[in-house]
């Protein structure tokens, strides 16, 4: 069973960065694609940013480009999101998820962790 545990969560200035990190166990993840997304309270839950297995392909929600940067090291099953400049609104419970690039739809979930941004 997959497993996907977030770090890296915390509570941080308007303008300020933070960097995530999940890291994957509990299966062989050749061809498995990476993502985040975030919930804020009482909203539902939206796409954030995602990679692919080799890491050339990266997507990105237009409220985070050139703000985000995710990234992956294969060698330690672990996907990154570092996040720059970061706003009030970007306040939420970050979730990483993953699927195999042959799927549709995300089928594993991290736990969650919850970023603050004050302004």
């Not at 985070?64 to 706003?87: C, E, Y």
């Amino acid at each position: 069973q997959v497993q996907l545990v977030e770090s890296g969560g915390g509570l941080v200035q308007a303008g300020g960065s933070l960097r995530l990190s999940c890291t994957a166990s509990g299966r062989t993840f050749s061809g498995y694609l990476m993502g985040w997304f975030r919930q804020a309270p009482g909203k539902e839950r939206e796409f954030v940013a995602a990679i692919t297995w080799s890491g050339g392909s990266t997507y990105y929600a237009d409220s985070v480009k050139g703000r985000f940067t995710i990234s992956r090291d294969n060698a330690k099953n672990t996907v990154n999101l570092q996040m720059s400049s970061l706003k009030p609104e970007d306040t939420a419970v970050y979730y990483c998820a993953g699927r195999d690039s042959w799927r549709s739809e995300y089928n594993d979930w991290g736990q969650g962790t919850q970023v603050t941004v004050s302004s």
